[in-house]
C-alpha cells in the first residue's frame, strides 16, 4: 500500500464546468503523475510532477492543468470539461527507493455529461 | 516512441493450469524497465511483477513469472496454478530508464483473463 487516495472517486458533471480531482499520498514520494484510463488505450499519461511546484506535461495534456503547492497533493483540474474527457482518472507515485516504479491510486471515474 | 502490443484481447483458463500472456514492445532504448499490472473489476491497478532490462534473469513472483527476451523485444507473463482472483485486466506497461528521476509509463490495451472454476 503506498498510501495514495483520490477524490472524489466518482463525479458525474456537465459540459462547460469546471472539476478539480485530489490525489493526496502520506509517505513524502517525490513523483506524482495523472493518468487517464479509457477503452481501447490502456493508461496515457496526462501531467506529472518531480516536486512541489514542479510538473510537466503527458502525452494527452490538452483541456488540463495541474497544481501541486505542497508534497502530499497533486491536483487535477479539468477548467471546462468535454464529453471527452469521461473517463477513470488514476493517480501514482514513484518512490525514492525505486524511482522506476509506480504505484497506484484506486481511480476515479468521472462522467461529462 | 516507445509502442506496448498485447495481441491477446481475453484468454481464459482453468482453476489451476497454466497461462501465458503476450507482450511485444517497441524501442530504441538499451536501459529500461518492463512491467505487468493487473487490474481486478475492483479498478485497482496493482502491480504485479517488474523486469530490468540489463538483468538476464527472468523476474518471478509467487505464481507469477515472465520469459524476457530482449533481443526479441518479448516479454511474457506466465501465471501458474491459476486462482479464480486471478480474473483481471492484465497490462503490459515499458518505461525507459530515467537517471535519478522518473519517466511515464507507456501501456499496452491490456489482455481480459477469466479463470473458470
Known amino acids: 500500500d503506498a498510501g495514495i487516495t483520490q477524490s472524489p472517486r466518482h463525479k458525474v458533471t456537465e459540459t462547460g464546468t469546471p472539476v478539480t480531482l485530489r490525489c493526496h499520498q502520506t509517505e513524502n514520494h517525490r513523483y506524482m503523475y495523472w493518468y487517464r484510463q479509457d477503452p481501447g488505450h490502456g493508461l496515457r499519461l496526462i501531467h506529472y510532477s518531480y516536486g512541489v511546484k514542479d510538473t510537466d506535461k503527458g502525452e494527452v495534456s490538452d483541456g488540463y492543468s495541474v497544481s501541486r503547492s505542497k508534497t502530499e497533493d497533486f491536483l487535477l483540474t479539468l477548467e471546462s470539461a468535454t464529453s471527452s474527457q469521461t473517463s477513470v482518472y488514476f493517480c501514482?507515485?514513484?518512490?525514492?527507493?525505486?524511482?522506476?516504479?509506480?504505484?497506484f491510486g484506486p481511480g476515479t471515474r468521472l462522467t461529462v455529461l | 516512441a516507445q509502442t506496448v502490443t498485447q495481441s491477446q484481447p481475453e484468454m481464459s483458463v482453468q482453476e489451476a493450469e497454466t497461462v501465458t500472456l503476450s507482450c511485444t514492445y517497441d524501442t530504441s532504448e538499451n536501459n529500461y524497465y518492463l512491467f505487468w499490472y493487473k487490474q481486478p473489476p475492483s479498478r485497482q491497478m496493482i502491480l504485479v511483477i517488474r523486469?530490468?532490462?540489463?538483468?538476464?534473469q527472468n523476474a518471478t513472483e509467487n505464481r507469477f513469472s515472465v520469459n524476457f527476451q530482449k533481443a526479441a523485444k518479448s516479454f511474457s507473463l506466465k501465471i501458474s496454478d491459476s486462482q479464480l482472483g486471478d480474473t483481471a485486466m492484465y497490462f503490459c506497461?515499458?518505461?525507459?530508464?530515467?537517471?535519478?528521476?522518473?519517466?511515464?509509463?507507456?501501456f499496452g490495451k491490456g489482455t481480459k483473463l477469466t479463470v473458470n472454476p
Open positions: 501514482a507515485i514513484s518512490e525514492v527507493l525505486m524511482p522506476n516504479t509506480q504505484y
Open positions: 523486469q530490468e532490462a540489463y538483468k538476464q
Open positions: 506497461a515499458f518505461m525507459k530508464h530515467a537517471q535519478g528521476g522518473s519517466e511515464k509509463l507507456v
